[in-house]
């Protein structure tokens, strides 16, 4: 299949198979003669991998890793494991940092008036730090 074809079957975009090659996440594509790109079903396999990785948050170097895992039969579960609580644990941190930033925003936007006075303590408050 070409590579609109690819993407389509993947969910992954045409811009984005061509950057997955160039960063070599992915193998270099077959070509025809006329220089067009080719894919198996095997790559869009791996395409589908990667775009499930994507929507977990897992980054382009966890990807590499997941998709060495995967493709090694002789791997330990525990290796993915690992890797998966790792994200976790990461994940949780985001999570903490984006609660604190929206209480202190609920606070800021708690304490200014939202009336037509100039002054405004959300200002104030980035101005400060």
């Avoid at 220089?35 to 499930?52: E, M, N, P, S, T």
């Avoid at 998709?67 to 993915?80: C, E, F, M």
């Avoid at 609660?99 to 800021?108: C, D, G």
Wanted: hydrophobic content about 45%.
């Amino acid at each position: 299949m070409n590579i609109g074809e690819a993407a389509s079957a993947s969910g992954v975009s045409a811009k984005m198979i061509r950057h997955y090659e160039s960063i070599g996440l992915i193998g270099a594509a077959r070509r025809t003669d006329a220089g067009y790109r080719v894919y198996a079903h095997q790559d869009v396999q791996v395409l589908q991998f990667i775009h499930r990785a994507r929507m977990l948050g897992f980054s382009l170097d966890q990807i590499r890793e997941l998709l060495a895992l995967w493709q090694d039969k002789g791997r330990a579960s525990a290796d993915v494991r690992a890797l998966a609580r790792a994200h976790i644990a990461e994940l949780n941190r985001k999570i903490a940092e984006m609660e604190a930033m929206r209480r202190t925003l609920e606070r800021l936007a708690a304490s200014c008036h939202g009336d037509s006075r100039s002054d405004c303590p959300i200002l104030d408050d980035l101005a400060a730090q």
